[in-house]
């Protein structure tokens, strides 16, 4: 039975491990944290939890093949899915729009708001239409697939939507919530299908939570893999891959010892590995788009704050718009807030958890995970920076005024720590517009036995290309297998 080292027990590691031991490989994933998981986490404090990853997750509807892979991976199943009845809320001058779950009360809403805008609306609900169809989550029922005549008529508005960033299609609007919406989420930089490709999903039923969050879908992960007999080794940090020529033979480790391996499947950011576990460049096809434009790395600052309320003023994420005297500060327009009134032990009773997160680019990254090396200056910073986010939160909700106290503040610094990101990036890059999200080869040129399985393979990343990653470093490794037997 070949044996399959996997660094990194994040979900591409847990991924590998379980694919590898229902093909009958021996498996054992090396993770240097104290539990799996990597970006699938979550943390207590001071008797809250707080939830580090899911928003809504890809997959959570029954007709998709993503849903039958988190299935085989023990992730969902017989687990309860929470979907709300909006994604988020923007607000501006007294108005509000939220995406709904329902896409016809989503495009009615902003109708309302808006007859001008007719054209631009439709056109953006035909393209989220096209996108269900496509999936096979479209229909009454979110469970049919689109015809070839219908993406024929579909195609034009979703080839708009991939030439525009979500700046450049909020452009095209008049109404000035419209635009502030199209932004809200994702800034006004990324891909305006990416935002397309949310809203499909989530209103599809296909971008729901389950119960228990991220910490308790990476323990499900965990436990499926140990009980097809997988070898999980917490504590466990790579510092080197050896070699016998182009032949991976062993990996070495932080605490000295050496683990012989038939595989390698490396599941960590490629800017991390090469150089580093891999004395190599990265393959070229791959160092481009740490250089490319059009592929940009982000990152984000995220608070959270026990509330002395059970009863909170908005439901699922509420978009902030950050003062310009901030925006520097932060890095971002918006601040996203959210609340977990769907999660009972998330809090004590009669209270309430809040979390807040801006999103920021490789700049603002850079500069906190500098500024960690003083680590005065750094807390000194993120106290700051809490004190803002919860003086814009009391400002938008008076209500909420003294009844806000931070349990905890994490930035970039703290992922790239927490999950050897370079960028401290919890996704891989984020698309701008006329980027094609295509998947890069996991074999890396002139190593025999070494596999990549990171989200960093494909834009932009994310839980399920993650898991789909590990996947098909199996699948890479079965194919080698059967051609050694052909030989």
């Not at 729009?97 to 007859?115: H, V």
């Not at 978009?319 to 500060?329: D, F, G, H, K, T």
């Not at 700051?384 to 931070?406: D, G, Q, W």
């Not at 890069?440 to 399920?464: E, F, H, T």
Request: charged fraction near 25%.
């Amino acid at each position: 039975m070949p044996k399959v080292i996997i660094i990194g027990g994040g979900v591409s590691g847990l991924s590998a491990g379980i694919y590898s031991r229902i093909n009958g490989l021996d498996a054992v994933i090396c993770e240097k944290h104290f539990k799996a998981g990597g970006n699938l986490t979550g943390w207590d404090r001071s008797g809250y939890h707080i939830d580090n990853c899911i928003h809504w997750l890809t997959g959570t509807n029954p007709s998709t093949d993503t849903y039958r892979m988190w299935e085989q991976l023990g992730a969902l199943g017989d687990v309860q899915i929470y979907q709300g009845e909006s994604l988020f809320t923007c607000e501006r001058d007294g108005q509000t729009l939220s995406m709904s779950r329902n896409i016809d009360k989503f495009r009615d809403d902003m109708l309302k708001l808006s007859p001008a805008d007719e054209k631009e609306i439709n056109s953006f609900i035909k393209a989220v239409k096209a996108i269900q169809g496509i999936a096979g989550i479209a229909g009454e029922n979110h469970n049919e697939k689109i015809s070839a005549g219908q993406l024929v008529s579909a195609a034009p508005h979703l080839l708009k939507l991939y030439r525009l960033t979500t700046g450049e299609l909020a452009a095209r609007f008049e109404h000035p919530l419209i635009k502030d919406f199209f932004t809200a989420f994702f800034t006004d930089k990324f891909m305006a299908l990416m935002l397309a490709f949310v809203c499909a999903h989530y209103c599809g039923d296909n971008g729901g939570v389950p119960v228990g969050g991220s910490t308790a879908m990476a323990q499900r992960m965990a436990d499926r893999f140990e009980s097809l007999g997988g070898d999980m080794r917490l504590c466990k940090e790579a510092s080197k891959i050896n070699f016998d020529g182009r032949h991976a033979s062993s990996v070495t480790f932080t605490d000295g010892t050496t683990i012989d391996a038939d595989y390698v499947i490396v599941t960590t950011d490629p800017a991390m590995t090469f150089g580093k576990l891999l004395n190599i460049k990265m393959p070229k096809s791959l160092a481009k788009q740490y250089k490319k434009s059009e592929y940009m790395r982000f990152s984000s600052i995220q608070s959270a704050f026990s509330c002395d309320t059970d009863t909170l003023p908005f439901k699922g994420d509420y978009a902030l718009e950050i003062p310009p005297e901030y925006r520097l500060r932060l890095g971002a327009q918006n601040v996203m807030v959210r609340e977990f009134s769907h999660e009972k032990d998330f809090s004590p009773s009669g209270k309430s958890l809040i979390q807040a997160m801006a999103f920021c680019g490789e700049d603002k990254a850079k500069k906190f995970i500098e500024l960690r090396e003083n680590r005065e200056e750094y807390a000194k910073r993120k106290r700051r920076l809490s004190e803002i986010i919860s003086s814009l939160i009391e400002e938008k909700f008076p209500e909420l005024k003294n009844k806000l106290n931070c349990l905890d503040v994490w930035t970039p610094a703290t992922y790239r720590r927490y999950v050897g990101s370079e960028m401290g990036s919890w996704m891989s890059f984020a698309l701008s517009s006329n980027a094609p999200p295509l998947r890069k080869k996991n074999l890396i040129p002139g190593l025999d036995n070494v596999i990549m399985a990171s989200q960093w393979l494909m834009s932009p990343g994310g839980l399920p290309i993650a898991a789909d990653g590990g996947r098909i470093a199996v699948e890479t490794i079965m194919k080698k297998e059967r051609k050694k037997f052909k030989m």
